[in-house]
């Protein structure tokens, strides 16, 4: 059981951070392609 318990903390918490890395590079990408996509 701890051991199951640590896995699903673990993967949950890379899934986490995994979510914040696309979402600031998907940010980025869209800040950059507005100017392009506007002239």
């Known amino acids: 059981m701890k051991n ?3 896995q699903i903390k ?3 918490g890379f899934t986490l ?3 914040l890395v ?3 590079s998907a ?3 869209i800040g950059l392609l507005l100017p ?3 002239k």
Request: glycine share 6%.
């Open 4 to 6: 199951t318990t640590k």
């Open 36 to 38: 392009a996509i506007q």
């Open 22 to 24: 696309v979402s600031a």
């Open 10 to 12: 673990g993967i949950m």
């Open 17 to 19: 951070i995994e979510l």
């Open 27 to 29: 940010t980025m990408l």
